[in-house]
């Protein structure tokens, strides 16, 4: 049972909401993954770049133009986020060990990310990178058909109803 102004994620060990809503990517995915031109949502201060232009908070990188290859870390995509994702990635990795994400002065976090994280690659070039990566976990392209969630389906149910 979660403590009073604590929230714990399901199954997890884990707070859902961190003291930091900073959390940097390790330098070995920018090094596998990279370069990228363009991090929309840098951490400032931070001890490495993870692409060669970084917009922070003040910045205000949602609001800005992205080019290039643009770079972003989101260490919780929840269900609202995925879909979109889902809907029109090219490529997803879904890694099979979790990470451990970094703080600004490029100390490790001392918990891990909380679930396995994903990947994801948006173009063919960007795929590519993603498959000949060598990061472990399942790789899954874009050969799959998208259909939306719709309202449950008022077929009779054959459970239901009275027996002969």
Known sequence: MPTAGR????????????????????????????????????????PWDCAAVNYTERDDGLRRP????????????VTDWFEPIWESATAILFMADRLSFYRPDGTRQPANSGA???????????AERL?????PGAFVPNNWTWRPPKARSRQADLFAGSAP
């Open 116 to 126: 396995p994280p994903v990947l994801v690659a948006f173009g063919s070039d960007d």
């Open 66 to 77: 992205w080019f290039g290859r643009p770079f972003l870390t989101h260490p919780s995509i």
């Open 7 to 46: 929230a714990m994620t399901l199954g997890s060990h884990q707070t859902s909401i961190g003291k930091t809503q900073v959390h940097i990517t390790p330098r070995w995915i920018i090094e596998v993954l990279g370069p990228f031109d363009l991090d929309p949502a840098a951490a400032d201060p931070r």
């Open 131 to 135: 498959k000949a990566s060598g990061i």
